[in-house]
């Protein structure tokens, strides 16, 4: 599905200046500390944006899924709140981009993609409902136009007054008449001055990290969603699939903040070498991990649309090896800066952090354990 309205842009296609030129950005723009203390960099993501940084992935920009992880891997690697926003935005944009609504898709997609609005993904709840692990949260009926929505969403991120998510409700008394199940709609929630009586965000509690990423709680009272704001209905089999791309475009945040961490360790080789020889894990081992899960993030890269349960298996395996891979190369980093690493104003303790988040943001290990034991022990049909 092509986005007419948003040209392939030339300067975004050569990958090796393309990624370097946001690596060298992000350095240059973003200040980790104060994203860290909770400011939110909204502006510098504007900036990072008109370097192609959300839009790769893009069929306009010819689906370079790969671009757009290692564009979140380049904004990682100097701050992962940073990077997590980028996924936020770059998936956001994904919904829009795959959508058969095309006058929404033309309508907010351009903007979004050259960072002139910005809004986040509400899908954690879904993502978990769809696996059964917990049930939906928004409830809405259908009326002349569209549906009315209800419900709190706890901790959705990227978002604000005058910006958008993509968010998943249960329509009630309509069901599945084949299956039994409910039906889901997938639609464009936007926080918009015209519905603000409908919509309301409330501050979360202080987060260890993650400050910066604009995390709020989001409550709705009879919100509208017009015919026009809708991304996918039924919601499932949309989600179904561009589940496995979701779950893959988040190892730019990991293989960033490894990067970063690793970064970290060689960095003080030259005075703690002789003495940090004696840790368990080394810069050199955990770069040939890194490499080698960067190859396999690359392979899955390659076919984004694969719909096979093995494909599946092997995104939610590779997710899981990241998660702990930023788990060790972080506490490492620590390690082997010592005390100097324990600073406030260090990176290692901040990465530590990140890599935190990245074990339990939605699929967190767990989930994705969850949901990889219910796929290897399903009954195929003869």
């Known amino acids: 599905m092509s986005n007419t309205s948003l040209p392939l842009i030339a300067q975004w296609q050569d990958s090796p200046q393309f990624l370097q030129n946001i690596g060298d950005a992000a350095k240059l723009i973003l200040d980790p500390i104060t994203i860290d203390k909770g400011y939110y960099p909204i502006k510098e993501m504007g900036e990072l944006a008109k370097l192609g940084a959300f839009a790769s992935h893009l069929s306009s920009q010819n689906n370079r899924f790969m671009t757009a992880i290692e564009s979140t891997a ?24 795959q959508s058969e609504n095309k006058a929404l898709k033309n309508r907010i997609l351009p903007n979004h993609a050259l960072g002139n609005t910005f809004g986040g993904t509400a899908l954690s709840n879904p993502m978990k409902t769809w696996a059964n692990i917990e049930p939906m949260i928004l409830r809405a009926k259908k009326v002349e136009g569209g549906y009315r929505v209800s419900g709190t969403l706890p901790w959705i991120s990227h978002i604000a007054p005058h910006q958008y998510c993509g968010a998943v409700a249960t329509v009630e ?7 039994g199940l409910p039906f889901d709609v997938f639609f464009l929630l936007a926080f918009d001055d015209e519905r603000k009586g409908a919509w309301r965000l409330s501050q979360c509690p202080t987060f260890s990290g993650m400050e910066g990423s604009s995390t709020w709680k989001i409550e709705l009272n009879d919100y509208f969603v017009p015919t026009d704001d809708i991304i996918a209905d039924p919601a499932k089999p949309f989600i179904e699939r561009i589940r496995g791309t979701f779950v893959l475009m988040q190892l730019g945040i990991g293989i960033g903040i490894i990067q970063g961490a690793i970064d970290d360790i060689r960095a003080v080789e030259g005075q703690l070498g002789h003495v940090n020889q004696f840790l368990e894990d080394q810069a050199d081992g955990l770069q040939l991990a890194l490499d080698g899960a960067v190859c396999r993030t690359r392979e899955l890269a390659k076919t984004p649309f694969d719909l096979s349960k093995d494909y599946l298996l092997d995104v939610l395996d590779l997710r899981i090896q990241a998660a702990k891979l930023s788990l060790d190369a972080t506490q490492a980093s620590l390690l082997h800066q010592g005390a100097r690493g324990y600073l406030m104003t ?25 949901l990889s034991h219910q796929l290897m022990t399903e009954i195929t049909p003869n």
């Open 346 to 370: 260090a990176n290692p303790q901040r990465r530590i952090r990140e890599a935190h988040f990245v074990a339990i943001v939605t699929p967190a290990i767990k989930h994705l354990r969850f």
């Open 173 to 179: 008394s309509i069901s599945n008449i084949s299956s």
């Open 74 to 97: 380049q904004i990682s690697k100097v701050c992962g709140t940073t990077g997590f926003l980028s996924w936020c935005h770059q998936v956001m944009g994904f919904y829009l981009d």
